[in-house]
């Protein structure tokens, strides 16, 4: 059974710093990818980042280069989401996923990943 399970979420003051942890279970890990998105108040999920286990290969949302960097342990079978100057735009519930379909391209296309964590909540205050 696919398990996905985020932490490290919490209350921040604005220019601060979180990271993010997606420990995963139940999957051959060459074979997807792992994606972060967010959902903030009363807006759509977006996508943040996303990595390939076979290899690190990294996409990213174009607004979330330079202050989110995603990483992952292949040991501890975990993936990370640094995510440094944070605003009180950040404020969102964060979640990882696994998309089995990366190689079609499209690392932001929800409809690709199939497994979900429950998320976290990110709070930024002002």
Do not use: H
């Not at 994606?35 to 979330?64: L, N, V």
């Not at 296309?109 to 979900?116: A, F, G, P, R």
């Amino acid at each position: 059974q696919v398990q996905l399970v985020e932490s490290g979420g919490g209350l921040v003051q604005a220019g601060g710093s979180l990271r993010l942890s997606c420990a995963t279970s139940g999957r051959s890990f060459n074979s997807y990818a792992v994606g972060w998105f967010r959902q903030g108040p009363g807006k759509e999920r977006e996508f943040i980042a996303s990595i390939a286990w076979s290899d690190g290969t990294t996409d990213y949302a174009d607004s979330m280069k330079g202050r989110f960097t995603i990483s992952r342990d292949n040991v501890k079978n975990t993936v990370y989401l640094q995510m440094n100057s944070l605003k009180p735009e950040d404020t969102a519930i964060y979640y990882c996923a696994t998309n089995p379909n990366y190689r079609l391209g499209c690392p932001d296309c929800e409809e690709l990943y199939d497994y979900w964590g429950q998320g976290t909540r990110v709070t930024v205050s002002s």
